[in-house]
């Protein structure tokens, strides 16, 4: 018979490298201990070879987030087209936190050091707009225009409240999770009515 021909291993991109070797020491590491040198080491690259990469550990979170972006993006909604703008977003940071699964032990970690940092905290929310940003596009949310900015800052707490049940949510179907993100979801949406309704209302003093 005819000898296999082996399948040559392609290592992955370095940038790839340097994000799961960030969420691997996450996960068992307080996030204050880890140092741009120690991930370097656990992605096996030169500390000039990260720096081409990232200025800093944040910027791989941020590279991390985008990643998941990516993930999400290149699945598909159209069968829920016709469907209320709840239920598309919904099923949008459903596939989300789909996608968030393996790193659930690093993000639960990275999540309690950073709540008593404002810094960190207001750095992670600039990260958390942009990914809501297309996680509404992928829904067929429209972010531009007057109230733009608040359907994003809406969404970024409707996925980091859903996010504190699905960090203790074990159930494989994550019927927690999927009714935490439904409670949110639907508050986020009286609150843009209550925008739309008073954008209107002051309509005519804009106009003066």
Do not use: C
């Not at 799961?20 to 204050?32: G, H, I, K, N, V």
């Amino acid at each position: 018979p005819m000898a296999r021909k082996a399948t040559a291993i392609v290592p992955a991109p370095p940038r790839e490298r340097i994000v799961q070797a960030l969420m691997r020491l996450a996960s068992d590491r307080p996030w204050s201990d880890i140092e741009v040198g120690d991930i370097a080491e656990e992605a096996g690259v030169s500390l000039a070879e990260f720096r081409d990469h990232f200025p800093s550990k944040g910027a791989v979170l941020a590279g991390f987030s985008r990643m998941i972006d990516k993930q999400v993006l290149e699945g598909s909604s159209e069968d829920l087209a016709g469907e209320p703008a709840r239920e598309r977003l919904f099923d949008v940071m459903m596939r989300r936190f789909d996608a968030l699964l393996p790193y659930r032990p690093a993000l639960r970690r990275i999540a309690y050091a950073v709540r008593m940092d404002p810094l960190a905290l207001a750095a992670l929310n600039r990260v958390a707009l942009n990914s809501q940003r297309f996680m509404l596009a992928a829904a067929g949310i429209a972010t531009e225009g007057p109230l733009g900015l608040i359907k994003l800052q809406g969404a970024a707490l409707v996925f980091g409240n859903a996010m504190e049940t699905w960090f203790e949510d074990d159930d494989p179907a994550l019927a927690k999770t999927m009714a935490r993100l439904d409670r949110e979801l639907r508050r986020g949406e009286r609150v843009m009515e209550r925008a739309e309704d008073f954008r209107r209302l002051t309509a005519p003093l804009r106009a003066l």
